[in-house]
C-alpha cells in the first residue's frame, strides 16, 4: 500500500499480533492434545498440521492483497465477500471440531478469555492508522468501534476467574458483550466498502485489502470470533469454578 512502511509500529502490529495469536493456537492445541492423554508425537502432530494449515492460510490471503484480487469489488460476488464467507466458515469449523472441543475442555477459562487482549493494542493501531488517513475514522474507537472496550475488559475479566471472584454469569456476559462490539466493528467494515459506500466516498474501507492489512480479516477477526465461539462452547458444558 502506498505511504505505508512495515517498519511503523502501526503497521507492524498487523504482522506481530496474527503471528502471535497463531503461535499461541498451535501451543493451544499441543497443550490440550497432551492433557487430553495423547502421546507427545500425536500432540507434536497435531501441532504441526495446525502449523501447517495456518502458513497456508495466511500466505494465500497476504497474496490475494498483494495482487489487487480483493480490490475486484465490480465482481459478484466480490471477492472480498468470498473472503469473509471464508472465514465465518473457517471459525465454525474450528469451534466444532476435535480443535475447538479440547481447547474448550483443556485450557483454562480465564486463559480463553485473557487472549482476546490482543484486541486493545490492536484498537490502539487501528486507531493510530485512522489518524494518518489509512483507515476510515469510523472503523476506530473515535468513531463507531468500541472493541477496544473487549481488549481492556478480557484482562479484568480474566483476573476475576483466576481469583475466584467471577464465575459463569460474569464470563457469560462479557462474552456476549465482545461478541456484540465483534459484530458491530465487523458491520461497519463491511458497509464501509466500496460495495456499500454508507459513511461516503471519502470514508472508503480499502486498507484491508492491502497487506499486511488483509491480516486483520483474516486472521484478528478470525481470531475473535472463533475466541468467542470456543469459550461459549466452553461455558455450555463446564464448571467454571472448575476450570480456572
Do not use: C
Amino acid at each position: 500500500m502506498p505511504g505505508v512502511s512495515f517498519t511503523d509500529a502501526e503497521v507492524a502490529a498487523f504482522i506481530i499480533l496474527p503471528v502471535l495469536l497463531v503461535a499461541a493456537l498451535i501451543a493451544g492445541v499441543w497443550w490440550s492434545w497432551r492433557l487430553a492423554g495423547e502421546s507427545a508425537p500425536r500432540a507434536w502432530r497435531a501441532a504441526a498440521i495446525l502449523t501447517v494449515a495456518s502458513a497456508a492460510w495466511m500466505a494465500v490471503t497476504w497474496e490475494l492483497a498483494a495482487f489487487g484480487t480483493l480490490r475486484q469489488w465490480n465482481s459478484t460476488p466480490p471477492p472480498f465477500a468470498v473472503l469473509v464467507f471464508t472465514i465465518i466458515v473457517i471459525a465454525l469449523r474450528l469451534t466444532f471440531s476435535t480443535v475447538g472441543r479440547r481447547l474448550a475442555t483443556h485450557v483454562p477459562l480465564w486463559a480463553l478469555v485473557a487472549i482476546q487482549t490482543f484486541r486493545y493494542p490492536l484498537e490502539l493501531a487501528m486507531h493510530r492508522l485512522s489518524e494518518r488517513g489509512i483507515m476510515p475514522e469510523q472503523m476506530s474507537y473515535s468513531g463507531l468501534n468500541f472493541d477496544i472496550v473487549t481488549g481492556i475488559t478480557a484482562a479484568l475479566v480474566a483476573g476475576f476467574v483466576i481469583t475466584g471472584r467471577a464465575g459463569r454469569k460474569v464470563v457469560l456476559a462479557w462474552n456476549v458483550l465482545g461478541s456484540v462490539l465483534l459484530l458491530n466493528i465487523v458491520t461497519i467494515a463491511i458497509l464501509s466498502t466500496p460495495r456499500f459506500r454508507a459513511f461516503g466516498n471519502d470514508r472508503l474501507n480499502v486498507f484491508i485489502t492491502y497487506p499486511p492489512f488483509v491480516w486483520l480479516p483474516a486472521v484478528l477477526v478470525l481470531a475473535a470470533l472463533a475466541g468467542h465461539l470456543v469459550i461459549f462452547r466452553a461455558l455450555s458444558g463446564h464448571d467454571v469454578g472448575r476450570r480456572r
